[in-house]
């Protein structure tokens, strides 16, 4: 049988093929007899408990192993140690703006402040398409979504969407903006702007339907003034840019049994160069750290484990409200991936970070305040987790899958990692890089390495895979809270 053991103390391994009817690729395999309601290991890492006698070479999976809620050993700062940076500089070509930070795309960015807008700012950004385009204006995107009148106007989802909306429009991405609204609701424009500190100019431009005379007049009044902003955005000219420039957020989605042993941890590696050179990640998604958290808080200091735990806190209280579990994760794919715990899944969803130290935890949106890592709090689902992303100023997002995601994002591209080369062969025209290599023996550092460079070629304008197929206008979604986990 062929197996591959993670750690020397792990009780488990991982198929490499197929083996017979019940162990696919990917799944776990014990290495040896383990007691029912001992701890099972991978990673050197307690997954879950099991619930029956485990005899050598069986299938490790739902029916013999449950979730563990035993404490796990947290030494806070116990890890936190500076990243050496190569000799090697890298360097890559952007978009100076005005505010320090670098663009890797030149958008023109159509906002709605509520979902009574939305049918106008499509018809308004479908006017000009991407071909049609002036060299170096990479997109005009309407932003759409499903908020923004319901509740008080200040309530907390209204909060949310304005400081979402915010950092979208002052993203570096983005060129210049048209934010449209139908008039009367609750997320008024004019508020808005001041509450978010934005001040309307040349390349901050303002619509209400109600205003204009209807659908019709708005959807003209809108084409004339893109035009204006296409004009403005076309003067912008790619220059040298150094690695501080790049923020990438850190997503996965799809996940299976490869997703920690070749994707995760191989764009981990990617993470520390681009760290190690002054740049800077987001971690994200609150509920899918659950039961590695102390991998994180042993890269942090003494507050910023505080915040992180309160995050934790929140997300448990905030599930058990709505009459659930964090623990009840895996999602079905991951379940048939190989994936059997959140311990398990979480485990190598946060090889993704790297070693870097933790240096952040902020709010979701919230604007990134250190270089270095950080952790931004979200939900654990894709769209919503990478909008908070890009509105905190993610310029880049790297996207890990085992079963496959068509997952793309504006106007931060998205570049895509397959964990394992059926899902890469299979769905080739979603992916950019195959990291089931590390299973052939490249190494992790050396996949890394890959990794590192096509972002940077990515942030200098070359197209992802899901820039090619037009992906990313629709996966604008705010987080409404309450509305899932």
Known sequence: MSLLRLHPDDDVAVALADQGPNISAGHKVAVRAIAAGHPVRKYGQVIGIASAEIGSGDWVHTHNLVMSDADRATE???????????????AWSGYRRSDGRWGTRNTIAILTS?????????????????DGLPEGVDDVVAYTHTGGCGGASDGEDIRLLQRTLAGYARHP?????????????????PDWFVKEGLAP????????????????????????IVRDLITLAAEARREPAPVSGLVVGLQC????????????????RAVDRLIAQGGSAMLSETPEIWGAE?????????????????????????????GMELNNNPSPGNLKGGLTTILEKSLGAVAKAGSAPLEDVIGY??????????????????????????????????FTTGRGSVFGSKPSPCLKIASNARLAGWMAEDIDIDASSVLEGESL???????????LSLASGDPSASEILGIGDAEFVPWQRGAYL
Not at 201 to 224: H, N, W
Not at 384 to 394: E, H, K
């Open 253 to 268: 989605g799809g996940s299976d049994g490869w997703s920690g042993v070749t994707a995760n941890p191989a764009l981990g």
């Open 173 to 189: 991405n983005v060129a210049a903006v048209l934010i449209v609204g139908l008039g009367c609701e609750a997320n008024q424009i």
């Open 445 to 455: 550092d050396d996949v890394g390495e890959r990794i590192f460079h096509r972002l």
């Open 201 to 224: 100019g040349p390349a901050l431009r303002s619509l209400s339907i109600q205003e204009a005379g209807g659908t019709l007049k708005a959807i003209e009044d809108g084409k004339a």
């Open 294 to 322: 102390h991998l994180l808080l042993r890269r942090a200091d003494a507050e910023t484990a505080e915040r992180l735990i309160a995050r934790l806190t929140w997300w448990r209280d905030h599930a058990s409200a709505n």
């Open 76 to 90: 806070i700062g116990a890890d936190r140690r500076a990243l050496v940076a190569s000799a090697a500089t890298a």
């Open 365 to 398: 949106a919230q604007p990134l305040r250190k270089p270095g890592l950080s952790f931004m709090d979200s939900p654990g689902y894709d769209p919503c987790s990478a909008t908070g992303q890009i509105a905190s100023g993610a310029n880049l997002i790297a």
């Open 114 to 130: 509520v979902n009574c807008s939305a049918t106008v700012a499509r018809r308004i950004a479908v006017a000009f398409p991407a």
